[in-house]
């Protein structure tokens, strides 16, 4: 694996926030943090990454690092107290989402940014039926009459793939099964014509079947009305399938960013190797699955240096000592690790040299094949 390393500098400055056209979503410097009894969690500390007009883009990790509470924080669905956006910008379409009052947000929410939730019967009204729901959110964002929110709610499903969409429209959540009702989630998120899907987890329910058939609707939807989608998951198989870019978190921060085939072929970062090593293969048949070291930080004690210094086998004393930046290690890719510090080359070696048996190729090809 050969890495191009950038001069020892800040990274290149990006355009001013929101005057992209071609960005419509830009996340500078996120910060959300939780003010509890024992103290502060910095759930979101210092998070970057910008989505174009009709791309794809997963936020991946394991559970803990972030990711929901990041799609929560562009939503501005973050309770408070105790939670706090503490600073950043989230520049939507060329506005401030931060500076927008709560009656401004509230006509983003659902009109230009829909948000696919991980469990939908504990995000679907069991009082109301499917219909009424998705009607409600149509009407609300629309001026339309009840009878063309019934119509464009009955097309919602149908698009969705839900058979018999006349009779469906007047069930209750209760008497679907959950593939389905994930269908209507989607259905709801999809009928006022969102610029930006915010998928979290969409297929952790699911069975594998169901969850391939969802990944297929969220992608051709996707592609078919110019929605961007944002994609949070823990499953690099789905991520494989599903998105162009990737960024990975690891306990609030980025790890490491690019685009899928980069990430997922040629991973640069310990923590996206560990968890590249960690997918079960057919080429590591009868062998140990390998796991990653350790458990997520505590968030009240979190390390000094580099968060993933305490589970990491390339450690040494400069990752306790201080925290690295994201290093710009070219072909626009990023990874937050001080192998990447000119000065440290000769690690880099032994780390790249490691690294050729580090990643199975088999597993790797067979994600992204």
């Known amino acids: 694996m050969t890495t191009r390393l950038q001069p020892d500098a800040a990274p290149a400055s990006l355009p001013a926030p929101g005057r992209d056209p071609e960005v419509i979503l830009d996340v500078r410097d996120l910060r959300t943090y939780f003010h509890v009894m024992d103290g502060t969690v910095r759930a979101v500390d210092?998070?970057?990454?910008?989505?174009?007009?009709?791309?794809?883009?997963?936020?991946?990790?394991?559970?803990?690092?972030?990711?929901?509470?990041?799609?929560?924080?562009?939503?501005?669905?973050?309770?408070?107290?105790?939670?706090?956006?503490?600073?950043?910008?989230?520049?939507?379409?060329?506005?401030?989402?931060?500076s927008l009052s709560e009656s401004e947000m509230r006509q983003v929410r659902g009109g230009?940014?829909?948000?696919?939730?991980?469990?939908?019967?504990?995000?679907?009204?069991?009082?109301?039926?499917?219909?009424?729901?998705?009607?409600?959110?149509?009407?609300?964002?629309?001026?339309?009459?009840?009878?063309?929110?019934?119509?464009?709610?009955?097309?919602?499903l149908r698009d969705v793939g839900v058979p018999a969409p006349e009779r469906r429209i007047t069930q209750y959540p209760h008497e679907l099964s959950g593939g389905m009702r994930q269908r209507v989630m989607i259905a709801m998120a999809l009928s006022c014509r969102p610029k930006l899907l915010i998928a979290d987890e969409p297929t952790t329910a699911l069975d594998v079947t169901i969850q391939r058939q969802i990944l297929e609707l969220i992608k051709v939807i996707q592609e078919r009305t110019g929605t961007a989608l944002l994609l949070i998951t823990h499953d690099l198989g789905v991520v494989a399938e599903t998105v162009d870019e990737v960024v990975v978190m690891y306990a609030g921060k980025i790890m490491e960013t690019g685009t899928v085939d980069q990430v997922l072929l040629e991973p640069r970062h310990p923590y996206s190797r560990g968890l590249l090593q960690s997918i079960p293969s057919r080429g590591r048949r009868g062998q140990p699955l390998h796991v990653i070291k350790g458990v997520?930080?505590?968030?009240?004690?979190?390390?000094?240096?580099?968060?993933?210094?305490?589970?990491?086998?390339?450690?040494?004393?400069?990752?306790?000592?201080?925290?690295?930046?994201?290093?710009?290690?070219?072909?626009?890719?990023?990874?937050?690790?001080?192998?990447?510090?000119?000065?440290?080359?000769d690690r880099m070696r032994r780390y790249e040299l490691e690294g050729k048996d580090y990643v199975p190729p088999a597993a790797a090809t067979e994600l992204t094949a």
């Open 296 to 345: 997520v930080p505590n968030p009240f004690r979190m390390p000094a240096g580099c968060k993933f210094e305490p589970r990491c086998p390339y450690r040494w004393d400069q990752c306790k000592a201080e925290e690295p930046r994201l290093y710009d290690t070219g072909g626009g890719r990023s990874s937050r690790c001080w192998l990447y510090d000119p000065r440290f080359r």
């Open 112 to 156: 230009e940014i829909a948000m696919i939730f991980q469990e939908p019967m504990t995000s679907l009204n069991p009082v109301l039926s499917v219909g009424d729901q998705i009607m409600e959110a149509v009407k609300l964002h629309q001026e339309v009459s009840a009878k063309e929110a019934r119509d464009i709610a009955t097309q919602a």
């Open 46 to 98: 210092g998070v970057d990454f910008r989505i174009k007009r009709g791309g794809r883009l997963a936020l991946v990790g394991e559970s803990g690092c972030g990711k929901s509470v990041t799609a929560l924080s562009i939503m501005r669905l973050i309770d408070q107290p105790p939670g706090e956006i503490a600073s950043g910008e989230i520049w939507f379409d060329g506005r401030d989402l931060l």
